[in-house]
């Protein structure tokens, strides 16, 4: 070796090594000795093959023949085993120099690479599981909870509103006949989806927001009634969109319950719903009166899972989550703009 390479040789934090074309260590450089744990003498005694994972030693030596063929080796990887018995993987790029019958080699080591690589397909694997877990138990509540929505629907069907003279009850158990056709509508495109997607990609579709809203405004009627919640819709500038039906069903379910829920005390909800199309942009925005946030503080949580932000008993973290996952899993964007005790509007920008 030519003496002014030799600190680079020494000092390096790389592994270098030079080998012979008999398969024997030549020369081991103190790094590579370190990672190890063999001294120089008893690498240089045994072929380079006996420290190598039993493994990885055909593979290794089919590169071998092709490193005396004087083809150079660029990015393999292989596994040693050293004197204490722990594994490492190696990096190694590799040059052989015919006229001299030597390979000069570098290696890295990369096993915590190696390592992270290994824990991230795990935590894969078991997100796949888990989400393959959700989507049954998803599919298999919106089919059991068929049935005894069937039942209920037959046993308001059952009744006979003629021998009903009281109003008022007979308008209440119109909204509850109401009410259940609309969930099972919704269960039913829920369980059709989960099938749809199962054979291919989500397929989307020409949805009629005055249609989508007027089913989901039926499904909640007696909410809508008790809350004496008042609607201004606009779809005039856009009337239809590009996207998936049942989730815009979700999206405006889940936008009307948060306005009547998080409505302000003694003041009915005032819910302004209307579309834009501008500039090749598809927009719509949605704005209530209701109690409405502390950007500054929960701004940056709105949307995720789980956060609480009013204190209800029944509020379960999960609406806005919900509407946030279904917009952008579509390509879209939503945001949202709010003032406390003075209402909320979100905007959402569908995919172009």
């Not at 594994?87 to 390592?115: G, Q």
Request: glycine letters at 4%.
């Amino acid at each position: 070796m030519n003496p002014q390479l030799e600190p680079f040789f020494d000092q390096s934090v790389d592994c270098l090594c030079i080998a012979d074309y008999n398969g024997y260590f030549v020369r081991i450089n103190p790094a590579f000795i370190k990672l190890l744990g063999y001294t120089e003498e008893e690498l240089g005694s045994k072929l380079i093959s006996e420290f190598i994972y039993h493994e990885d030693r055909e593979r290794t030596a089919a590169h071998r023949e092709e490193l005396k063929n004087n083809v150079p080796l660029v990015n393999f990887e292989n596994r040693y085993v050293c004197k204490s018995g722990a594994i490492v993987w190696l990096h190694w790029t590799s040059i052989p120099l015919e006229n001299e019958r030597l390979i000069y080699a570098i290696a890295k080591d990369i096993t915590h690479t190696k390592k992270l690589e290994k824990e991230r397909i795990l935590h894969l694997s078991q997100l796949s599981k888990v989400n393959e877990k959700l989507k049954q138990q998803n599919y298999s509540t919106s089919h059991d909870l068929r049935s005894p929505l069937n039942n209920m629907l037959s046993l308001v069907n059952l009744l006979d509103l003629t021998k009903i003279d009281d109003v008022d009850t007979k308008e209440i158990l119109s909204l509850i006949k109401l009410s259940a056709e609309g969930l099972k509508s919704t269960m039913n495109a829920y369980i059709d989806s989960y099938s749809e997607e199962d054979i291919r990609d989500m397929v989307l579709e020409d949805v009629d927001f005055k249609n989508v809203f007027d089913k989901v405004q039926n499904s909640i009627s007696s909410l809508i009634q008790r809350a004496d919640a008042k609607f201004h819709i606009d779809f005039s500038a856009m009337p239809t969109v590009y996207f998936k039906e049942i989730y815009m069903e979700s999206i405006f379910l889940n936008l009307i319950t948060n306005s009547i829920k998080y409505a302000r005390p003694s003041v009915p909800p005032i819910i302004s719903i209307s579309t834009e199309q501008e500039n090749g942009k598809k927009k719509l925005t949605y704005t209530d009166n209701g109690l409405g946030f502390d950007m500054e503080k929960v701004g940056a949580l709105i949307f995720k899972l789980n956060e609480k932000f009013h204190g209800n008993e029944d509020s379960k973290g999960v609406g806005l989550y919900l509407v946030h996952q279904q917009v952008t899993s579509l390509g879209g964007s939503i945001s949202v703009d709010s003032k406390i005790n003075q209402g909320t509007t979100f905007t959402i920008l569908f995919k172009a």
